[in-house]
């Protein structure tokens, strides 16, 4: 084994964090470490990157084992560029490359020193990962936004190629296509990797073995997280039902002590010594921290029509961040937005709600409209005001889904304490604000909210919550979010947005966008060489929503190129193929309906025989579509 821990105590004031735990990583092994925000997952990671001392305990590392780690926080001291904190993480010949890099071209001395210690392998390294990160070198680290920020921490880090890669959360501020990316780059390296993170696709799709801390223990599995997910069920019924015989037990024995003259002259030592040391037991044992519980008031119905979007434009200096954009946003929709970071999410939103005026264009906003925002920037907490001063103003009681509650205890719903609810909010952890965002949003009536990048810093427990109370929720959601399992479970639909201002609208959330746009896009690839050429365009573009063209137009579909050359092809089969898109539009005009219907949050418990006929609908026409892009595929070789 590479990395092997063994017999590890600390404790920081409070829980211990770390109670007598074994942990070993070997080789190619990718664990992913799980647990309750303040389980102690990223000090741990701390510990075995050497930045933190054991109580007592041993962290043992094969020699001449080389290892990475990249913290949640910037680090202090960050070099000035992008170039010079990469280079220096190769140590002195990364520090003779930075003064080559910064030196004149006449400057032979440091050209020479760097010839001397031969490290033109290290600059060539530099520059690769620098590309593979999509970085700019002379860029200034401060200037750069969170994520690129993060990016170039990670390029950094991975750069030297360790064989060991400890990750606290890698993923935060990371666009989906860099979480992409990162994931491959991550599934097919070589070596050892220990991360920390919240997003479960990224777990499900990159560890093979999964490490949990709870109340100081390890729980270590060579498991996939689904099997891993099945194990901890079973774990946490074995713990309650064992609690459970434990407390039956010491409560008969409690009884028993406490009877009358005639049973304590019966009573025989060993039974009390017994009693004592249950006594004992029960007071060592750290029970199982509550759940927080999310409540959301929906608010006055608002109109059924939320927003009618027509024909809208913007962008600064000739870049187009949406352009002859029209749709129509209806009471209970679920939009997630799509996008790299930069391309204009949040403008699109601020567009969409009214908060911004497009350059051309008409946004209508519906009748008793009521929004709520989270903010991805966690800026609307006053580190100085108390947590009770940030939800209520002040106020002792507040008032949520129409019933008043004390605002203690509605923010021990949220995991607060008392203690916790009166100290300053500038003491909370990342996960902590995270909560009390959610605590103030939650207070607020509203039938329209508004989600930034919700998921950042919340434990995987506190965000299947929030998951399913949003799959509850009446009102219309707009989330942006890098996390694919809330956008494929919670989303009825998805804006893209796609480069020039095209922004696309697609039918339910991450994993159909890309199922849909694949699909179509590998069928739209097989039309004429002329077609062929030009640059793809999303198959159910919905910019030209409204521009009157034909039914086989109508989301993106244009007619091939090829299907006006009248090739090879018999009449029979020229006539087959010119009506493939116009039958391709039915189909998913009728898909985009049961869609729609299968979203419908109480429809499988109001009507399962109707929910049940719509599934099998579905599959139908998943399998006819499937089979018209064949055929339009096969027709189009034909050529």
Same mark, same amino acid.
């Given at each position: ?29 990718? $664990? ?76 032979? /001395?440091?050209?020479?020193?760097? !010839? *001397? ?25 401060? $200037? ?52 920390? !993170? ?5 777990? !499900? ?6 490490? /949990? ?19 901890? *069920? ?65 608010? /006055? ?65 519906? $009748? ?14 006053? *580190? ?14 507040? /008032? ?199 979203? $419908? ?5 109001? *009507? ?32």
């Amino acid at each position: 084994m590479l990395l092997n821990l063994r017999n590890a105590v600390l404790d920081l004031g409070g829980p211990t964090l770390l109670d007598n735990i074994d942990f070993q990583l070997d080789k190619d092994q990718r $664990t992913a470490l799980l647990g309750r925000n303040g389980c102690g997952k990223s000090t741990l990671l701390k510990v075995l990157a050497g930045q933190l001392a054991l109580d007592s305990g041993v962290v043992k590392i094969d020699q001449g084992i080389t290892l990475g780690f990249l913290g949640q926080a910037v680090p202090d001291n960050v070099p000035k560029t992008v170039y010079e904190l990469i280079a220096l993480s190769f140590g002195e010949a990364g520090r003779l490359l930075v003064q080559s890099h910064n030196a004149a071209d006449d400057d032979h /001395e440091h050209h020479a020193a760097i !010839s *001397e210690v031969d490290t033109w392998t290290v600059a060539a390294r530099v520059d690769k990962v620098i590309s593979q990160f999509q970085l700019e070198p002379e860029m200034e680290f401060a $200037t750069l936004s969170g994520g690129r920020q993060r990016r170039a921490l990670l390029a950094s880090v991975i750069a030297t190629e360790p064989d060991i890669l400890l990750l606290d959360e890698p993923t935060n501020h990371l666009d989906l296509e860099s979480v992409l990316w990162l994931e491959n780059y991550l599934v097919t390296r070589k070596g050892a990797l220990l991360f920390v !993170s919240h997003d479960r696709e990224f777990i !499900s799709r990159l560890a093979n073995g999964i490490a /949990e801390l709870d109340r100081g223990r390890m729980y270590q599995y060579d498991v996939s997280y689904k099997n891993y997910l099945a194990l901890r *069920e079973k774990r946490d019924e074995d713990e309650q039902r064992n609690n459970a015989l434990f407390d039956k037990k010491l409560a008969q024995e409690e009884r028993w002590i406490r009877q009358g003259v005639q049973a304590r002259r019966t009573r025989n030592e060993g039974r009390v010594r017994a009693l004592k040391a249950l006594r004992v037991d029960r007071g060592a044992r750290r029970d199982k921290q509550a759940s927080a519980t999310l409540k959301l008031d929906a608010g /006055e119905k608002s109109g059924k029509l939320v927003a009618e979007i027509e024909n809208i434009s913007f962008g600064y200096d000739e870049r187009f961040i949406v352009r002859n954009f029209s749709t129509s946003i209806v009471r209970g929709d679920k939009i997630g937005l799509i996008g790299p970071n930069g391309m204009g999410k949040t403008t699109l939103l601020r567009l969409l709600l009214g908060d911004l005026t497009p350059n051309s264009g008409r946004v209508k906003l519906g $009748t008793k409209v009521e929004i709520a925002y989270l903010d991805q920037q966690r800026g609307e907490i006053d *580190e100085d005001k108390s947590l009770i001063d940030n939800v209520s103003l002040g106020r002792e009681f507040i /008032e949520v889904n129409g019933q008043s509650q004390h605002i203690i205890g509605y923010l021990q719903q949220f995991l607060f304490n008392p203690q916790q609810a009166r100290a300053r909010a500038g003491l909370l952890s990342g996960g902590e604000r995270a909560r009390l965002l959610l605590a103030r949003l939650f207070s607020q009536p509203a039938n329209v909210l508004v989600l930034d990048e919700p998921t950042n810093d919340l434990d995987i427990e506190t965000l299947e919550l929030l998951e399913e109370l949003l799959l509850q929720y009446q009102g219309t959601l707009f989330l942006v979010s890098h996390d694919r399992a809330i956008l494929n479970n919670v989303v009825t639909s998805s804006l893209v947005l796609e480069g020039d201002g095209r922004v696309g609208e697609y039918v339910g959330g991450y994993d159909d966008w890309l199922r849909l746009s694949d699909a179509r896009n590998s069928a739209l690839q097989r039309s004429a060489p002329g077609a062929r050429q030009q640059p793809k365009k999303s198959p159910t573009q919905n910019n030209n929503k409204k521009s009157g063209k034909k039914p086989g137009q109508k989301k993106g579909l244009p007619v091939p190129a090829s299907i006006t050359k009248k090739a090879k092809l018999s009449y029979k089969d020229q006539r087959e193929l010119e009506a493939l898109p116009e039958l391709i539009a039915s189909l998913e005009a009728e898909q985009s309906a049961l869609y729609v219907a299968l979203s $419908t949050p109480d429809l499988h418990a109001s *009507e399962p025989d109707k929910a049940r006929d719509s599934q099998r609908q579905l599959k139908d026409i998943e399998s006819k579509l499937n089979k018209v892009y064949a055929r339009w595929e096969e027709l189009e070789a034909l050529q």
